[in-house]
């Protein structure tokens, strides 16, 4: 016999029918797995073991640190450096090579550092197995490590352990579990070994079977074990981890094709200069160290190096807003995020059950306040009341308070822990809302004895002392306590229930469930003496109706807004019901005029019938992990940036497929944390949208440095492009290039990637994921910018080489000079350019030029730097520089700074031609 699991359900032999457990009695359940109800004797217990592996996830194996380290050196961009450092290296220009080196390992050790971090899931979800299981061998109970637990074992289970393993309940008393983590689902899950789910029934619907991982809230529970390992369905979820690959963020994208853009244009410019050059008959080696300077020119060294910078930067700040990023490439993600898909329990809502309406003597009353803490008001009529003051409203107060065995504490900083059922304990504090504690009930009401909570008869009673007398203090649902009761409180009287009052009751309840309350009615009884125990729960006095929910966190109503805002679409995911889905979605402002689907109904649609459908999709629920995989890749499909958030074990997967996975770091799980790229410190889905101003503003100032990188290279790629056609010598030699990519440039790149942030940031839309970096646009900006810096360069090149010689300098000394003029110009303008890039679609008189005092001094130490290279002995020699005068550097500045008048003089024609005012940095934005 073996076992084989597929689509999610055991079998028995590779060629038998596939078994739905879940749609068969226990006992039936127990011949199809070949076990007992006391159990698999030790050694057909040892037999299994053997031939199907311990009750463990399996793992996938990482990649090592090796591979790590080589994966960095494939981005085309890191390519193209190394091949420039090649060709360096090959001509003897070693100390060219060695800093290209320099820059690429150092990015490649932040990028592997990154990444070591990263891949945990499966360790995570194998730290939420149970250590210890009770199992029935040879008959016996017997506490044995759940690694040794196989199918067809009969377990015990109660109130506390966590469940070693898929298992088909036998019997079942008072069991309860909780499933959020798998499912979504926040209520505790009443289970029922009796019940027989249909064979398609979701994993939320199958109430006779308890799931790996899952938490026995209530109760005790004697069950058989049909799954273990990785075919239970933690099993599944652990698979789609491991399998699931991250996406590549849209940075990560567009970097690679710039590189490529960028590699096509200097094999161009090499070819031609090279062909130029043995076509005039020029020296071999020295046409070929002209296009290795080109391919130098025409690469920025620096980016890597400035865009992981500028993103480790972001990523500390944000942390300071309780976002913490787990991967670099995330952080600019956030500014392209088109799609939030948030998961409802414990993220969009407090994962804590709430008390939010009240029904006694014939009125609603609202109840405020949200969570455990004990601070609310009575609200009727939109008018705050004293809840004591209302005999019936009193009474169902102490019911809640009496008729529970959970306990409330709260500690020094006001914070509440409960113990015991989430259910119970939301009625705990609707009491102590009223200033009624349990514990000052408790001595003013002497306990007497108690029927608990049976999933058959789905009430409890507990009887109390009350002035004297035993009375029945019950709780329970709706259509078990009515037909129980004769009468009910109004206006503090005890009046007969006539069926107009019945049907009062009836409508309250209706109306509570169609605003997704769970209801629980209320009632009471004064004992009379000798009352048997089977009448206890009859002739009751129907004292009121409760209806709680999981409610939304106050902030997510806001949060959600300023979403729609800046043109991002949110949409609900979960387990939980569509009823109550729904309702939490229109409270917050997610559901307006769109769809609400189930899970069901997506296993009904092929993908391209759910692309097609998403658009106009706003809730998902009864959703299961895979569903939420299909949601994001359909989401994907279409072209948008997803980031999904979530808590639970069942959002592993998505998280790890969306753009950027959103977990929270208090509530969430240790496989959410570790699959996601983000982890929201405070649980708060508002820090979300702060996160996301922060992910625009730092995808802004990325794209400021990378134009501004561009430009730069442009210029120095095209002076010595130019030089080259006009028969010019070289004006700027590899190492004069590396020192403008790396230092000179780097620094004023580094400052433009902390600019202040855009007051409007949030009130545009999301950028489009087709825009590039380089467009029709930004590539007139860069021309603008290159042409000029050509021109000036070798103007002043031309005119000191013929000044130099016609003074009758030798032609070695007349050459230097001319190149230390020609270094000094181009990277005059370049600084000059790092100004003109905080504003590169409006005018820089708008803009306030010392809010970046950091730039500012960027700008002051590279020029600073760069008169030293001209002047110290030492960089002379490593550059081929010769001092200049006072005189030359004022010139050099002027004609440098004429770089800002032609920039603006393009911004404004530019706006003329599309007939639209000078304002915002619309440049750039979509």
């Known amino acids: 016999m073996s076992f084989i699991k597929k689509n999610g359900i055991l079998n028995q032999t590779p060629n038998a029918k596939e078994i739905h457990f879940h749609s068969l009695s226990g006992s039936e359940a127990l011949e199809a797995i070949k076990s007992a109800a006391n159990g698999l004797s030790s050694a057909e217990a040892e037999r299994r073991l053997k031939e199907f592996g311990k009750n463990k996830l399996s793992e996938t194996k990482g990649r090592s640190v090796l591979q790590m380290v080589v994966s960095e050196f494939t981005s085309f961009l890191i390519l193209i450096l190394l091949a420039a450092a090649a060709a360096s290296w090959a001509v003897g220009e070693t100390t060219d090579a060695a800093l290209i080196l320099v820059i690429v390992a150092l990015n490649a050790c932040l990028g592997v550092a990154q990444e070591y971090r990263a891949e945990k899931a499966i360790q995570a979800l194998k730290s939420m197995a149970a250590p210890q299981a009770r199992v029935l061998r040879n008959g016996t109970e017997q506490l044995i490590p759940s690694t040794q637990l196989v199918a067809g074992d009969v377990i015990l289970l109660e109130e506390g352990d966590r469940i070693p393993a898929d298992c088909r309940l036998l019997q079942t008393i008072n069991f309860e579990t909780q499933e959020a983590a798998l499912t979504g689902e926040s209520a505790p899950v009443q289970k029922n070994a009796v019940a027989i789910a249909a064979p398609t029934a979701m994993i939320a619907e199958r109430s006779n079977t308890a799931f790996a991982s899952t938490i026995a809230v209530r109760g005790r529970a004697k069950a058989v074990v049909i799954a273990t390992a990785m075919n239970t369905q933690l099993g599944a979820i652990a698979k789609m981890v491991s399998e699931t690959e991250r996406e590549e963020t849209p940075l990560q994208k567009k970097l690679d094709s710039l590189g490529k853009q960028l590699s096509a244009g200097a094999i161009a410019a090499c070819a031609v200069i090279f062909a130029l050059g043995l076509m005039r008959g020029h020296d071999l080696l020295e046409t070929f160290l002209i296009a290795v300077s080109l391919a130098v020119a025409a690469v920025p060294e620096g980016l890597p190096a400035i865009v992981t910078i500028t993103l480790a930067i972001g990523m500390q700040r944000m942390a300071k807003r309780n976002a913490i990023m787990r991967r670099l490439g995330a952080v600019e993600t956030l500014g392209s995020t088109t799609v939030i898909c948030s998961d409802k329990t414990g993220t969009l809502t407090k994962n804590e059950m709430t008390v939010t309406r009240v029904y006694a003597d014939n009125s609603f009353v609202e109840v405020s306040g949200t969570g455990y803490q004990t601070i609310g008001t009575f609200d009727f009529d939109n008018k705050r009341v004293s809840p004591l003051r209302s005999e019936a409203l009193y009474c169902v107060l102490r019911t809640a308070a009496l008729c529970n065995n959970a306990s409330l504490a709260t500690d020094s900083k006001g914070t509440t822990a409960v113990t015991g059922d989430p259910t119970e304990a939301a009625l705990l504090v609707l009491a102590a809302k009223a200033g009624l504690t349990y514990k000052e009930l408790q001595e003013e009401n002497a306990f007497v004895n108690e029927i608990p909570f049976e999933s058959e008869r789905k009430m409890m009673t507990a009887i109390r002392k009350t002035d004297g007398t035993n009375t029945a203090f019950v709780k329970g649902a709706c259509e078990s306590i009515f037909p129980r009761c004769t009468s009910t409180l109004i206006n503090g009287r005890e009046t007969p229930l ?250 004023p790149a580094i400052a433009l990637g902390i600019d202040p942030a855009d007051k409007n940031a949030m009130h545009k839309p999301p950028r489009s994921p087709k825009h590039s970096i380089l467009n029709k646009k930004t590539l007139s900006h860069i021309l603008t910018i290159a042409a000029f810096a050509c021109i000036a360069t070798l103007a002043l090149y031309t005119l000191d080489l013929n000044w130099q010689l016609g003074a009758g300098a030798t032609e070695a000394s007349a050459e230097a000079h001319a190149k230390t003029i020609a270094f000094a110009t181009i990277i005059f303008i370049q600084l000059f350019v790092a100004i003109d890039s905080r504003a590169l679609n409006e005018s820089l008189l708008k803009i306030d030029l010392f809010s970046n005092k950091k730039l500012l001094g960027a700008i002051a130490l590279a020029a600073s730097l760069q008169i030293a290279v001209t002047t110290i002995p030492f960089f002379q020699q490593i550059f081929g520089t010769v001092a200049l005068t006072i005189n030359e550097w004022l010139l050099i500045t002027t004609v440098s700074a004429c770089v800002l008048i032609v920039s603006e003089a393009r911004k404004r024609l530019e706006c003329l031609n599309q007939n639209i005012p000078q304002q915002g940095l619309t440049l750039y934005a979509n």
């Open 498 to 747: 006539t069926p107009e009052l019945r049907k009062c009751f009836a409508d309250a309840e209706s109306a509570m469930t169609k605003s997704a309350l769970r209801v629980i009615a209320t009632a009471q009884r004064k004992l009379p003496n000798g009352v048997s125990a089977p009448d206890v729960e009859n002739e009751l006095v129907l004292t009121g109706l409760i209806g709680m929910i999981d409610p939304p966190r106050p902030e997510a109503k806001q949060a959600v807004e300023q979403c729609k805002t800046a043109g991002i679409r949110v949409v609900m995911i979960t387990g939980d019901s569509p009823l109550t889905a729904a309702a939490i979605a229109r409270e917050l402002g997610i559901l307006e005029n769109q769809k609400v689907v189930t899970g069901p109904e997506i296993e009904t649609m092929d993908e391209t019938q759910l692309r097609e459908a998403t658009s106009r999709i706003a809730v998902y629920a009864r959703v299961n992990p895979g569903h939420k995989l299909k949601i994001v890749s359909a989401l994907q499909a279409n072209g948008e940036i997803v980031a999904m958030t979530g808590d639970g074990v069942n959002d592993a997967p998505a998280l790890k497929k969306a753009e950027i996975g959103i977990s929270m770091g208090i509530t969430g799980t240790d496989v959410a944390r570790e699959s996601s790229s983000m982890v929201l410190a405070d649980d708060n889905f508002a820090s979300i949208v702060k996160a996301v101003e922060k992910g625009r503003t730092i995808y802004a100032n990325i794209s400021k440095s990378i134009i501004y990188l561009v430009s730069c290279n442009a210029g120095e790629l095209l002076t010595v492009f130019a030089a080259g056609l006009l028969a010019l010598p070289n004006p700027l030699s590899a190492a004069q290039i590396l020192w403008m990519n790396l230092v000179t440039d780097g620094l």
